[in-house]
């Protein structure tokens, strides 16, 4: 029985010496010149820009895992990551297939428009369209990481606004995420912090709840998957939040056109094709908001100023007693319709529109009451500019009005006049222009 015990401790004394040097010689191999230039060379070839690496290397502790640092890929602007690491499945590698139990992101710059580019061109044109079958099923989640951490993570929107922050996910063995918290570091939504929690297990339905700007937003999220054999194959996702008590400015950062507390009821819905890129998901997203802010300050704008002057307006601000309306996206479309707004003597109507580029259109009817008797002067304004550098002023046709009023009947006449042109302009366009 001694000499079993002696065999049998030999035996797996020299089981971990093997491995040991295995894993050794990996390292000493994976490490070198050679093959981090190859995983570049091939790494290029694939994404079709520049890829450079500072070292590869095959560690064991404190867990064993594969990782790549100094990750550049030198696309315009750049896709920089300090340190990947995976953490591979063990018993899955010993059965020949890879899985990886957790995949760790440090310190990692990502542009958007870079990652759709490189979405983009890693799609085979030359695969055709087929019915999707079991081993191509786009909603196959189970080849993720159980786990994902994101370290200093800085994520670069289309339109330049960045936000850094510390994340982890947890996935179920189907794939989709069990539970999530997101902090922002530093950047636009500084200070938040969400958390999105899985309601039962197989179900894609989750409670989210984000704290920002001093209040919450909160509600479930739920997507609908394409029936076993249906011909439509698109993801459906519907939505609700109720925000409460958000500070406007904490959402639209480094930009504070309007402060105040936000209330708002969301919908939110959009037809996802799974098999498209990330720019196709934002563009099919649909809002529909109902909000109430208390308290609002609208900064570069001075309502009143520009009834006194009939003119353009630019700087200034409006503080306001009620502001309340609806809004719609459409991808990156942002409509604002209903508006009402009230302060004290002045009160404003109207709709507007702001571009993915932030510029600004729409129309606005401000009526301020003068004098003892009450009078109302109604004067109908043009919203231009960014949302960032607003600007109100009177159409063409409504300044013509404007000045004949003012020519007929100094004071009133000059808001009487500027609706009358406006109307005016409206029916004739063509001779007056908008």
């Excluded at 695969?127 to 786009?138: H, Q, T, V, Y």
């Excluded at 919908?267 to 109902?290: C, E, Y």
């Amino acid at each position: 029985m001694r000499r079993i015990f002696i065999w049998t401790g030999a035996g797996l004394g020299l089981v971990v010496v093997v491995l040991l040097l295995a894993v050794w010689a990996l390292g000493q191999w994976t490490g070198s010149d050679g093959f981090r230039q190859r995983v570049e060379r091939e790494a290029t070839v694939a994404l079709g820009v520049p890829v450079t690496l500072s070292r590869v290397a095959v560690e064991v502790f404190p867990l064993p895992a594969v990782a790549l640092e100094g990750l550049n890929i030198q696309a315009k602007p750049a896709l920089t990551l300090a340190r990947v690491e995976a953490r591979p499945v063990w018993s899955a590698l010993l059965m020949g297939r890879l899985a990886v139990s957790t995949l760790i992101v440090r310190e990692a710059v990502l542009p958007q428009t870079t990652i759709v580019l490189l979405g983009a061109r890693m799609q085979d044109p030359a695969r055709k369209p087929g019915a999707p079958g079991p081993d191509d099923e786009a909603t196959d989640l189970s080849w993720l990481p159980r786990k994902i951490l994101l370290d200093d993570v800085t994520w670069i929107g289309a339109q330049g606004r960045s936000s850094t922050v510390q994340a982890e996910l947890a996935l179920d063995e189907d794939g989709w995420p069990a539970v999530a918290t997101v902090a922002v570091l530093r950047g636009a939504l500084e200070g938040a912090k969400a958390e999105l929690q899985r309601e039962a297990e197989n179900a894609t339905a989750w409670n989210l709840k984000v704290d920002v700007g001093g209040g919450t937003l909160q509600g479930p999220l739920k997507l609908t998957l394409p029936e076993p054999g249906a011909q439509a194959r698109d993801l459906v996702f519907e939505g609700t939040l109720e925000t409460r008590g958000v500070e406007v400015s904490a959402l639209t950062a480094p930009s504070r056109t309007l402060t105040g507390r936000l209330d708002a009821s969301t919908t939110l819905s959009a037809r996802i094709n799974p098999k498209a890129g990330a720019a196709s998901v934002t563009d099919a997203l649909r809002t529909q908001t109902r909000f109430t802010v208390k308290d609002a300050v609208l900064q570069g704008v001075d309502l009143a100023k520009a009834v006194a002057t009939v003119g353009l307006s630019r700087g200034g601000s409006t503080a306001l007693d009620t502001l309340a309306g609806q809004v719609r996206t459409r991808g990156q479309l942002v409509e604002l319709t209903n508006l009402v707004a009230s302060s004290g003597v002045l009160a404003a109507t109207g709709e507007v529109t702001v571009a993915p580029s932030k510029a600004l259109s729409g129309r606005v009817r401000v009526d301020v009451t003068r004098g003892a008797g009450g009078d109302v002067v109604g004067v109908p304004l043009v919203v231009g500019g960014t949302v960032d550098d607003p600007s109100v002023s009177l159409s063409r046709s409504a300044l013509l009005g404007a000045a004949i009023g003012t020519a007929l009947m100094p004071g009133v006449g000059t808001g009487a006049g500027a609706n009358l042109g406006d109307r005016l302009g409206e029916g004739l366009k063509d001779l007056f222009g908008k």
